[in-house]
């Protein structure tokens, strides 16, 4: 009995060790490249951000207002996930702006700002063929339950 017992705290152990030690991989410049949505926390802004090769778009929109559009003259991403988006406003409405981040492989926290400090928004942006996958999943499971319910 005691054999038992010690080895089911040696499994134990060296699970619990193997599963301590996983370390998420940080993001690199291809995992982040491409396309990412988000609101702010109170829904009132929306943001869509374009990583590409060298360079990409930026835009939002507050509470269904016109967009405000940017080109992304740089990004750059280093060993810790933080990033700089250099930018310049593309659209008439468009002002000056300051962004970074924070990444992850799944998401990545952006800090926007005006150049003077004066204001700051803070949004958590996705992938975007991630929220529209499980978006599609909603739809799709509540129609199927609609359709249940009205004999369809």
């Excluded at 802004?45 to 939002?60: C, I, N």
């Excluded at 992850?104 to 991630?130: C, D, F, R, Y």
Aim: hydrophobic residues 40%; proline residues 5%.
């Amino acid at each position: 009995m005691p054999k038992i017992i010690l080895r089911s705290f040696a499994i134990l152990a060296f699970v619990s060790v193997c599963l301590s030690t996983v370390i998420p991989l940080p993001p690199n410049e291809q995992t982040i490249r491409g396309m990412w949505v988000g609101f702010s926390s109170d829904a009132n802004d929306f943001y869509r951000l374009e990583l590409q090769d060298q360079g990409g778009l930026f835009a939002s929109s507050f509470a269904g207002g016109d967009a405000k559009v940017y080109k992304i003259n740089s990004w750059s991403l280093n060993a810790n996930g933080e990033m700089l988006i250099k930018t310049s406003p593309i659209s008439t409405n468009a002002y000056p702006i300051l962004v970074m981040g924070k990444a992850k492989s799944s998401q990545i926290q952006l800090t926007i700002k005006g150049p003077g400090g004066g204001w700051m928004h803070e949004v958590t942006i996705n992938k975007e063929w991630v929220i529209e996958k499980r978006m599609q999943i909603l739809k799709s499971s509540m129609d199927q339950i609609a359709n249940r319910g009205t004999g369809n």
